[in-house]
């Protein structure tokens, strides 16, 4: 198994993930050409993909969702809520598949389990992927906090995605105003770097080979001190990982998923 982020931070997020010949899509928040560019990028067919997963439906998640599953015929897995607050072509709620968190489903595949995680959404999810060979993905894209249910979810992977989305001095001192500050830093709100590599020393494992930190703030983050951030929390903890930080505008390189 393996992953590319495609892109993401508030202006899309979206991810492959690969098992043998099949393809799955984690969120569509980049138009369905955008999307299609990107997967061409790094050899991916779009009419490979078979299945769409969606952790909610704010639209840096959901852009391109409606157009690409009816322009590839995927299905869509979404929970109850998501779905309440996306508007899909009809030919596409035909293959709509409601998914509960706690319940796995085998998708393309591979196992999946959804699980709720705190943000401001109607029923968002965090997923754990896993292949017929035990090697285990986990993907927390937006979240205001760290959540005992959540990280129970993420304990023993072998690839972490994890937000780290805003530098929380650069959030204060920044452009927003005041409500918006203090929704992005809530408990239902985003993952902070510093809230993330605190998080991440939580999830450590013989196992655990890398990290991506995704769905940084454009406005309150950069990449470098993103990295720094979490890079000197585990130098302090003397914990080897690979980190890779995702970009909005270009894909990571291809993750295997090695366990």
Known sequence: ????????????????VESGARRVLIDAGFSCRELERRMKRVGVDPRSITDLLLTHEHEDHVRGAGRFALRHKCAVWATKGTLSGCELPH???????????????????????????????????????????????GLVADLGCRSRLAWGRLSDLD??????????????????????????????????????????????????????????????????LAAATVGDTLDRAGARLGVVVSDQFEPTPWLEVTS
Not at 1 to 16: D, I, K, P, Q, Y
Not at 91 to 106: A, C, F, K
Not at 185 to 197: C, F, I, P, V, Y
Request: hydrophobic content about 40%; glycine content about 10%.
């Open 1 to 16: 198994m393996r992953a590319v982020v495609l892109g993401s931070g508030s202006g899309g997020n979206a991810v492959v």
């Open 91 to 137: 030919d596409v709620l035909m293959r709509v598949v409601t998914i509960e968190s706690g319940r796995p489903v085998e998708v393309a595949g591979l196992s999946v389990e959804p699980f709720l995680v705190p943000h401001d959404a109607r029923e968002p999810v965090g997923f754990v992927i896993e292949d017929a060979a035990g090697r285990r993905l």
């Open 159 to 224: 690839l972490l995605l994890l937000e780290s989305n805003h530098d929380l001095e650069m959030l204060r001192s920044g452009p927003y105003p005041w409500p918006l500050k203090q929704r992005v830093a809530g408990r239902h709100g985003h993952l902070s770097n510093g809230d993330a590599s605190e998080g991440l020393l939580e999830l450590l494992c013989d196992r655990l080979r890398q990290v991506v930190l995704y769905h940084l703030s454009r406005t309150n983050n950069t990449p470098a």
